[in-house]
């Protein structure tokens, strides 16, 4: 019932720029925060950025000034803007959905299916 579907990801060399997106359906998107994660071989699962359902946007340390998340409610979007990138952002890029919904006793929590990025040297 519940998809997000995400695009974008690929090989990049080192200083490029990608931009990916996530595509929800099956829920009233623009009443959830939605997140960026990434998750680099080996190592677990690391929070990039966060847009809120007010578009407070929010990020990890490591990315910020460089990578931009943002969304369009009406185009049921969430997207993430990745400039000057490096090898070490290399990862499995996921978007993730959470919220209340209309159910303020539970907490939803949606994730796709992820996308490669692989930044060469």
């Known amino acids: 019932q519940v998809q997000l579907v995400e695009s974008g990801g690929g090989l990049v060399q080192a200083g490029g720029s990608l931009r990916l997106s996530c595509v929800a359906s099956?829920?009233?998107?623009?009443?959830?925060?939605a997140n960026w994660y990434r998750q680099a071989p080996g190592k677990h699962r690391e929070w990039v950025a966060g847009?809120?359902?007010?578009?407070?946007?929010s990020y990890a340390v490591s990315v910020k000034g460089l990578f931009t998340i943002s969304r369009d409610n009406a185009q049921r979007t969430v997207y993430l803007q990745m400039t000057s990138l490096k090898p070490e952002n290399t990862a499995v890029y996921h978007c993730?959905?959470?919220?209340?919904?209309?159910?303020?006793?539970?907490?939803?929590?949606?994730w796709g299916q992820g996308t490669q990025i692989t930044v060469s040297s």
């Open positions: 993730n959905i959470r919220g209340k919904g209309s159910n303020p006793g539970t907490l939803y929590d949606y």
């Open positions: 099956g829920i009233t998107f623009s009443i959830y925060d």
């Open positions: 847009v809120t359902s007010g578009s407070i946007t």
